[in-house]
């Protein structure tokens, strides 16, 4: 059996290398050099190529290169009943909570503003807040966002999380569905958003959210571009109901160069690249999810399709 990989951003080698030094007979293709199709149980891909699916008659496993799968649920010729999975990376958990506590820092210590009085070579001292006295909301406590929350806080920040379903592994302030959002907004003057996307998510953090923020809060959106409502967010913070914004991800990627996030000068924009996968660490968990495959055993990190993550 054969794994098929494809995509547009990871170097197919450094995953090659990666299988091949934990199994050197690993049988890795990459797109489109399929050889006999029949053979191709697996594929690992962010979102597959047009027409994929129509060409691999024995599927049984589809592989997120990631840990959003939103982009492979709507697929549309994607063949139902195939489990899906996500990677769950120590290095991608590690990247994500690093690029959060980067991204609060940032707004925390008023980065923004100074390099905005550097260009005006303007000396002047804004407001000083403790790291104690500044709460941060984070929406999403999963995988990646409970580490990236459990960091922020470990900085002195005074932090809260929310998340669809109460839980119990949560050491911190903790506010869970629909009813519990406003709470959780209304004490966050920093917002960082790491949810999934689907269909309760999407848009969510649009005016509505906005009104419910502390006049002047910062979001970081680092979950998917479909959670946020851009023309929205230049409308909040062109009205001062936000300071500014530090941004991942898009509603189209990579971000048109028309788009007025690149030159707004309270939006900070990066690549979609709050994290990345390391081949080297994902390699074995995909390794070890094959050979359950092959052995009938249960599968690890297969999100629920209905839930949508
Ligand atoms: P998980 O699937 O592990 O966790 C999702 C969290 O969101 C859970 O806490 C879940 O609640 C919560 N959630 C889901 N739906 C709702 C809802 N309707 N209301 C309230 N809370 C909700 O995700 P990860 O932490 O691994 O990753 C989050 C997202 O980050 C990914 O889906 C992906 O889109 C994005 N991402 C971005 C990257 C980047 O580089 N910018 C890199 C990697 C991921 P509960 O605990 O109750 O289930
Ligand atoms: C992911 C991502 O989902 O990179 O892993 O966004």
């Not at 299988?19 to 697996?42: H, K, M, Q, T, Y």
């Not at 594929?43 to 699916?53: K, T």
Request: hydrophobic share 40%; proline share 7%; aromatic share 8%.
């Amino acid at each position: 059996v054969a794994l098929l990989f494809y995509s547009e951003y990871y170097d197919p080698e450094d995953w090659r290398r990666a299988f091949r030094r934990r199994d050197p007979a690993f049988d890795f293709r990459v797109w489109p050099d399929l050889g006999d199709r029949s053979e191709i149980n697996s594929l690992l891909a962010w979102r597959p190529p047009a027409g994929a699916f129509g060409l691999l008659p024995n599927l049984k496993l589809i592989y997120s290169t990631g840990a959003g799968v939103d982009q492979l649920l709507s697929e549309p010729d994607r063949p139902q009943g195939i489990p899906i999975a996500r990677i769950t990376d120590l290095g991608q958990i590690e990247g994500m909570a690093t690029y959060v506590l980067g991204a609060v820092l940032r707004h925390h210590l008023r980065f923004d503003a100074y390099a905005a009085q550097q260009k005006r070579s303007e000396w002047s001292i804004l407001k000083h807040v403790r790291a104690s006295e500044r709460r941060v909301g984070v929406l999403g406590l999963g995988t990646l966002g409970l580490p990236a929350a459990r960091a922020i806080a470990a900085r002195g920040f005074d932090v809260a999380g929310w998340t669809r379903t109460r839980r119990s592994d949560v050491d911190l302030r903790h506010l869970a569905g629909p009813d519990e959002l406003h709470e959780l907004l209304e004490r966050s003057d920093i917002l960082v958003c790491l949810l999934p996307l689907t269909p309760q998510t999407r848009g969510i953090l649009g005016a509505d959210l906005f009104r419910r923020l502390p006049r002047g809060a910062a979001l970081v959106s680092v979950g998917r571009g479909g959670h946020l409502v851009e023309p929205d967010l230049l409308e909040a913070i062109d009205a001062g109901q936000l300071s500014g914004a530090t941004l991942d991800v898009f509603a189209q990627e990579p971000l048109p160069r028309e788009h007025p996030f690149w030159r707004h000068p309270r939006v900070f924009v990066t690549p979609h690249v709050a994290t990345l996968v390391n081949p080297d660490t994902a390699a074995p968990q995909i390794l070890e999810n094959l050979r359950r495959l092959s052995s009938g055993e249960k599968l690890h990190s297969i999100i629920d399709e209905e839930r949508g993550y």
